[in-house]
């Protein structure tokens, strides 16, 4: 004990950061410096001691002065433990950052003495401060949440904030960060949910990052996209958390979107007379198109109050006996009570008088856009002869023309077919171009020309045969596989005349129909990682854990396998469709075929979470061998608990494996 207590001063000069000693009763002054707090600042003991005046505030940066002469003022007032950082500076004129650590207590004879460790922080603020330059370079937000069913927020920087909008907390009302924080869904908006939790199991399964755009829920209601990535990160205490980085990019969305609804109303002028747009967050209502007669090109693209406009076009214009009915479809439509779950768009038809005088027919729809706009939509009903016949032998033609247009969603196009036989897209949503074989890319510059009708539909899965007759009968069904949505979808395409004459062009939309079969319930849990295990010895089929891969593409089943069977050395474009087709030959209308094929192939595997089993260079691909299980590798490892793996047969799926088969058979001669 009596040699600790003579050590007592090594201890507190060597072992004890930065330990110094005040006399906290007036005047305020150092009483002790140690030796390593001397070592730090590289000044002397003595001249940090003096029983009248503090010698080492005088080394506090003048900028940190104030607060820490704060600092020793609330240490004094009672007995207790402050922390506190500051800055000191050296006696070279370097910076050195410290954390103070300061407890009060009274000695036996009543003086209060405070007793100060310090910790360098040094190095932590110069990183900081470079997190801080960078920030200011790139403002992007940064977020970590935890790897559960229902991710919590462990932490977010000042620009996620700000995209967030998370208002100032007051007495009384809800802390939004607190409730964001328990649950990170509760940013991401209801029909976004299940598409962002499919991604962070991804992420946890194959542990590679994920990039893409995806919308957040600010707290003010409003909706926010952002580009980003999502990566699965071990942090230092050794658990498993999401990490995202994103960039704001809602004008970029917004122009986007402006543009995609020109397109949209642009095809939707071939079939209406008038459209209007209805803004119910402005309440305002303005005049998107009409012919050069309608009392309403005086007012085409002006915005008026919705009640006002509406008022008095149903008062001056709407027959009297129509007039209540069509004022109640309006309201109805401003309260957000005329749509109903699973229903077709609101309907009416209406006398009205027209730009000449005469009391017509009309018919009118209303177009949910979003949650506040709505487009109004009508035509007038034609009472001619020529027109009557011909809306009656397409009675049913035409009501389903009305289904068109009811649904501003992804999968939605429209195009042209001349008299001649050439097709121009109109407009086209979400990924239907793929139904048709082509990839977004490739589908804009089309929409700019007129393509012949059999080229256009050459690189679609569906036969030319089958697009015809729906020339012939106006209205078809097709089966096509949405990889946007990982399910099966349909298309409903409507073919009809713009005008009586049958030698005039024929508008064509098509569309998704909503898949009303119950589809099997996403996992809600984040999957283990499971290895890749390919059997090639039989029929060929991949397994991730003990679960096959379900391919919904034969080809690129049969892709895939052609990767196995060339043991990772990689496979040219021409090489592939030399197996794939062996009876065509590469060409614009194959290589578009492959394309597609290796797309989907590439889409099923990143369902499953092991796109990284195959490699993609120059539009050459291979398989990365060390990342799959294969009985075919085990085999030719020639290990002899492999020697029976084979059987004496290969790939029975594919003509092509013989090759390898016949290789198989003479080397186990």
């Not at 008022?311 to 005329?338: A, G, H, N, P």
């Not at 009708?453 to 106006?474: C, I, K, P, W």
């Not at 283990?528 to 991730?544: K, L, P, W």
């Not at 003990?546 to 080809?555: V, Y």
Request: net charge negative; with cysteine.
């Amino acid at each position: 004990m009596n040699n600790m207590l003579n050590n007592m001063e090594e201890i507190l000069g060597k072992q004890i950061c930065g330990f110094h000693q005040y006399i906290l009763d007036d005047p305020i002054h150092l009483s002790y410096a140690s030796w390593n707090l001397c070592e730090m600042i590289g000044v002397p003991a003595e001249e940090l001691l003096h029983e009248s005046r503090d010698m080492y505030a005088l080394q506090v940066h003048e900028a940190d002065r104030e607060k820490y002469s704060e600092f020793l003022k609330k240490l004094a007032r009672k007995e207790q433990t402050l922390t506190t950082e500051y800055r000191l500076m050296k006696k070279d004129g370097s910076t050195l950052y410290v954390k103070d650590t300061a407890t009060s207590k009274k000695t036996k004879e009543g003086v209060l003495v405070g007793s100060c460790v310090l910790d360098d922080i040094t190095q932590l603020k110069q990183e900081n401060d470079h997190l801080k330059s960078l920030h200011g370079i790139i403002p992007c937000g940064f977020l970590r949440y935890t790897c559960e069913k229902q991710p919590q927020i462990i932490s977010m920087n000042h620009t996620m904030h700000e995209i967030l909008r998370f208002p100032e907390v007051r007495d009384g009302e809800l802390d939004y960060l607190e409730l964001y924080k328990s649950n990170i869904f509760m940013m991401i908006p209801m029909e976004e949910r299940r598409r962002f939790s499919k991604y962070l199991n991804r992420v946890y399964t194959a542990e590679a990052p994920i990039a893409g755009e995806i919308t957040l829920l600010r707290c003010d209601g409003t909706r926010a996209h952002v580009f980003g990535w999502v990566i699965k990160w071990v942090n230092e205490e050794g658990k498993a958390e999401f990490q995202s980085v994103c960039m704001d990019v809602t004008e970029r969305h917004q122009t986007r979107k402006a543009e995609e609804t020109k397109r949209y109303l642009k095809a939707l002028t071939d079939v209406y007379d008038k459209i209007f747009e209805f803004n119910l967050e402005g309440n305002t209502v303005k005049c998107l198109h009409c012919d050069d007669t309608s009392v309403f090109k005086h007012f085409e693209e002006v915005a008026m109050k919705v009640e006002d406009a509406s008022e008095k076009w149903i008062m001056d214009s709407v027959d009297i006996q129509d007039q209540e009915r069509v004022r109640s479809f309006f309201q109805k439509f401003c309260q957000k009570k005329l749509y109903e779950a699973a229903a077709k768009p609101p309907q009416i038809t209406y006398r009205a008088r027209s730009a000449d005088g005469k009391q017509k027919q009309y018919t009118g729809i209303f177009i949910k856009a979003d949650e506040s706009v709505g487009f109004y939509c009508c035509r007038s009903i034609p009472d001619s002869e020529e027109a009557r016949v011909l809306r009656d032998e397409n009675h049913q033609l035409k009501e389903n023309m009305k289904d068109l247009v009811m649904r501003f969603t992804d999968g939605l196009a429209a195009f042209e077919i001349s008299a001649e036989g050439m097709v121009k897209p109109l407009y086209v949503s979400g990924n239907v171009y793929e139904f048709f074989g082509y990839t977004k890319e490739e589908w804009m510059p089309m929409m700019e020309k007129s393509t012949p009708f059999d080229n256009f539909v050459a690189y679609s899965e569906t036969a030319y045969e089958d697009f015809a007759q729906l020339l012939r009968n106006g209205e078809a069904e097709f089966t096509y596989y949405d990889y946007k949505t990982n399910a099966s979808r349909q298309i409903k395409a409507i073919c009809s005349q713009k005008e009586p004459n049958s030698n005039s062009a024929r508008y064509v939309m098509l569309y998704s129909m909503e898949d009303t079969k119950t589809k099997t319930e996403e996992k809600t849990y984040l999957p283990e990682n499971h290895t890749v295990s390919i059997r090639t010895f039989g029929y060929f089929d991949v397994f991730v854990g003990e679960r096959p891969i379900a391919f919904r593409n034969k080809k690129s089943k049969e892709l895939f396998a052609l990767l196995v069977d060339r043991k990772g050395g990689f496979v040219t474009s021409e090489e592939a469709i030399s197996f794939l087709w062996e009876d065509e030959p590469a060409n614009t209308v194959t290589l578009a075929r492959y394309r597609k094929v290796a797309l989907r192939l590439k889409n099923t595997l990143e369902e499953y979470g092991i796109s990284d089993v195959i490699e993609t260079v120059d539009g050459k691909r291979r398989i990365v061998s060390e990342k799959v299980k294969c009985d075919f590798y085990d085999y030719l490892s020639g290990k002899e608990e492999y020697a029976q793996l084979f059987k004496g047969s290969y790939l029975t799926n594919y003509s092509w494996g013989e090759t390898t088969l016949g290789e198989l058979l003479s080397e186990r001669k």
